[in-house]
């Protein structure tokens, strides 16, 4: 009988729990069969139910016991067959028992026989449910309504079906118990031959009655009080899990309150060996927490061990370590020989002997360290000990390999409210460690939070004016100067950034990012072709070629359609030869050497002048001038502004004009901000240009306009 398919109303629910609740209380069968039968009455307006037992298969014209309930108002009496009764409820089983009806809604239907009977006995309407005890036709459940005519509807008979399966279920518990009672001995046997521990206690004081031979390894005396915390444990039908050393053995323990054979409440315990489930878990939570490369503690266990630490609102400092390119392990020597490495560097952290806390492998070249309960002071110790480590090269199969690391340090709970924050504050610090150069230690600090969350914020903001079509983006324009004319000749276009967000964005914080991003390309079109409109605008204006000095990044020039888009620029705003001048820097990678030869000599065919930013000098800076065709050296302004208090800075800006001059190129001093510094560099002499603050800070275009017009 399928339940669950059968729309029950409201009423009909809270009856079916109920009863069902009922048949599961720890009392004599007769009180489960007594509050059954009140609740049934009750549900149904029934006023006598008959419960006939019989002790033959067959179902013979006799019966064993008859129980009747009878309605007496709101309560309802239990009574057996008598002498006085037993003519009436002998009658009722013959004549009911026996015909072709199962339900009556009415008696008047019925033959004359039965319908004097019903009568004579106040019987108005029935219906009869089959008894099966342990699957033997045991008899018959019969409902009668005495005054008023039942309309039986199906979902009643069905419910009244699960009724009678109830009253079948405790009179089969009632048989069993009888026969345990009877064969206590037999029931030790079967026990006994169980694979699982059982035992029989009594709730109040924990005394064994009964243990099979199974569960005499796990007690000791004759009480079992040790497998129970509290007394509230007893209350709950629940389990556990129970190790035992001296076993080895691993059980789970479950125990229910229930009715022994003599009718008084136990505690029935039972112990199943679960030492192979927890092995095979064992090895499950091996292969999910543990990295099987290196046979250590992974990501997964990193969070839980910290999770936990912070639950219990412990302190002490994570450890956040890379180390610095390991690719190139990977790369030089193949993937066996990186692995290799990185279980050196495995046993190198276990040897650490961290007192409280462990090392976890985060995923590639990237681990983690909980240093539990140690100061600023003891981290450090951990952190220098590592990077001396790698001072000493690793013997890696018979290679050495020498590599460095970078390690970001977090201490919580001060440099984060949950491990996430904590771990993202490490990760920062490392990052910020290879940046200063790598093999560094790096504590983090708020005002690192503060950069990073304002480099993301930029890095926000920048790629939405790249969709915006550089809508806040304006070039400032500052004089480059004729040192024989006094004239302004050109200027340099510098790229500003006013953002109605975060406000004014320095060019050293943005422009670096958007390398990084990949949006210096875009970027740099952009400045190319406002720079050539303002060059034509200003040659027209004073009727002499203005010079446009512009500044492109290494992976611009490099970049496809670089030499399409100055050509563009060229021919849209027909720039004269020599009126644009592109400012690079000497850090190309010389293995792709011949490949900037042949863009510079590209650059220079479309009538592009190129100008390199100069801060040394060396064997490269004569490469450039011939093999790059360089047409002027600019000199930094970190030797310009020093040049009063430091002779060597003088003497480097003479030599780098003489050989400058030698080579027939021009050269352009940079960052001038005083007289002094001025007269200095017209006493070097061959100083071509000059500019700086000394002449005018970089200018919106309108104020470099007023500017220029006034000279």
Known sequence: ????????????????????????????????????????????????????????????NDF????????????????????????????????????DYSVVEDTNLLCNELKHFFIENSIRAYNLIPLRIMNRNDGRIIFITKYLKKDWTEIERQILELVGNIIESVLARKEINIKLEASYKSMSIIFNNLNEAICVVRPETFEIIFANDAMKKYITGKSVKNFFENNDDVAENNCNEIYYPHLEAWVKKEHVLTEWIDGSDVILITLTDITSNKESELKIRNMVYNDCLLDMPNRL????????????????????????????????????????????????????????????????????????????????????????????PWELGGLECYCTASIGVSLYPEDGPNPEEIVKSADMAMFKSKELGKNKVYFFSDKLNYSYKKRAEIEKHIVKQVKDNFSEFALYYQPIIDTTSQKCIGAEALLRWDSKEIGMVCPNEFIPLADYLGLIVPIGNWVIDTACKKCEELTNKLNYN??????????????????????????????????????????????????????????????VEISMNESDMGH?????????????????????????????????????????????KKVCAVGVETKEQYNILKEIGNITNVQGYYFSKPMEQEKFDKWLFKL
């Not at 009747?68 to 037993?86: A, C, H, P, T, V």
């Not at 400092?317 to 990977?330: R, S, Y």
């Not at 020989?337 to 046993?347: E, P």
């Not at 992976?555 to 004269?576: E, H, M, R, T, W």
Request: net charge negative.
């Open 1 to 60: 009988m399928e339940l669950e398919k059968i729309n029950y109303s409201y009423t009909d629910q809270i009856f079916i729990y109920d009863i069902v609740h009922i048949s599961t209380q720890s009392i004599s069968a007769d009180s489960i069969l007594t509050s059954l039968a009140l609740k049934t009455c009750k549900h149904f307006e029934i006023d006598e139910i008959l419960i006939y037992e019989t002790d033959n298969v067959n179902l013979k």
């Open 64 to 99: 064993q016991i008859a129980r009747k309930f009878e309605m007496k108002g709101e309560e309802i009496e239990l009574s057996y067959s008598n002498k006085q009764d037993n003519k009436r409820v002998k009658k009722i089983f013959d004549l009911i028992c026996f015909n």
């Open 301 to 392: 266990q990193f969070y839980e061990d910290i999770n936990s630490i912070f639950e219990r609102k412990g302190s002490g400092a994570i450890l956040f370590f890379d180390i610095d390119n390991f690719k190139n392990i990977n790369d030089c020597y193949g993937h066996h020989v990186g692995d290799l490495f990185l279980r050196n560097f495995r046993d190198f952290l276990f040897s650490l002997e961290i007192k409280k806390g462990g090392v976890y492998r985060f995923g590639g070249d990237e681990f983690v360290a909980i240093l539990d309960g140690y100061t600023k002071i003891e981290t450090e110790c951990v952190c220098n000990a590592i990077l001396e480590r790698f001072k000493v």
């Open 546 to 607: 203005f010079v446009m000095h512009i500044n492109v990044s290494n992976k611009q020039v490099q970049s496809d359609g670089f030499i399409d888009s100055l050509k563009a620029a060229i021919s849209k705003y027909n720039i004269p030869e020599k009126s644009l001048v592109i400012e690079i820097n000497r850090s190309f990678d010389e293995r792709n050497w011949d490949m900037i030869k042949d863009l510079f000599e590209e650059i220079k065919n479309i009538g």
């Open 620 to 664: 490269s800076l004569i490469k450039y001038f011939e093999d790059m065709k360089i047409d002027e050296v600019k000199i930094d302004k970190l030797f310009t502004q020093n040049m009063i208090n430091h002779l060597g800075h003088s003497e480097f800006v003479k030599s780098i004009t003489g050989f400058s001059l030698a080579m027939g």
